[in-house]
């Protein structure tokens, strides 16, 4: 006898219908009445698991954590023996995820941090969790890389995802998860990793000596931080 695979409860339709609205709308123009009817279920259902829109915004930054966790740590690059292909494949996976709408791809903490940060330190500290944790993720690829071709730099494994670049035009969300501002837009993790680590350098990858790897670590070696988050 086969047993057909539990529904979800409410609290699980809450918490999807906050991952698909908020992104689609943004944070602050999202409404519990809109969760709860995207969900499909009541008002009354709401409250019984979360105290205010605010709560399930956390709850939410933690299930986006878990969903993309899981995500990218089933990743196909992960299996590239050379640590530079593994971060160059976790490019090219990044951007086999750039598909459907712009709601369909658009990160979720990025979303409300922009909107929280100075509201709600709740928020602001559970969507810094989340990006912090994910930039962690990289930096062992990117130190073996770094060490392996002679990469030289000011800047760390640890600082990479998190440096500005100017040239990128990206929101200036990665300062707010900290609560700073600052004057010029840092680049999101994947945009930072391109132009830092990658730019304008050939993609075959053998042994360092070899011509196109010199090549490219030379050109590596002149990309620095022009300022530490």
């Given amino acids: 006898m086969s047993l057909s695979p ?35 279920v009541t008002k009354g259902a709401f409250f019984h698991h979360f105290k205010s829109k605010d709560e399930i915004a956390v709850a939410a930054a933690n299930r986006w ?5 899981a995500l990218f740590a089933d990743a196909p690059y992960h299996k590239h023996k050379d640590p530079l292909d593994r971060v160059l494949g976790y490019l090219d996976f990044r951007k ?3 598909k459907g709408g712009v709601p369909e791809f658009t990160c979720l903490v990025g979303t409300m941090v922009q909107e929280a940060y100075e509201t709600n330190p709740e928020i602001r500290r559970a969507c810094d969790a989340s990006i912090s944790n994910h930039a962690a993720t990289l930096e062992s690829d990117i130190s073996e890389a770094k060490k392996k071709y002679g990469i030289k730099g ?70 620095g931080p022009t300022k530490e988050i």
């Fill in 154 to 223: 000011s800047w760390t494994p640890s600082s990479l995802p998190f440096t500005p670049r100017p040239s990128c035009k990206e929101p200036s969300f990665l300062p707010k998860r900290k609560g700073a501002r600052m004057s010029q837009p840092p680049a999101s993790t994947i945009c930072a990793v391109t132009s830092r680590f990658c730019s304008n350098t050939p993609r075959e990858r053998h042994d360092p000596a070899d011509s196109a790897d010199t090549t490219r670590v030379k050109a590596l070696d002149k990309h």
């Fill in 96 to 98: 086999a995820l750039l």
């Fill in 6 to 40: 539990a529904k979800p409860d409410a609290k699980t339709k809450l918490l999807e219908a906050a991952l698909s609205v908020i992104r689609t709308k943004g944070y602050a123009a999202t409404s519990v009445d809109e969760l709860c009817a995207s969900a499909g």
């Fill in 65 to 69: 954590s878990e969903t993309t966790g």
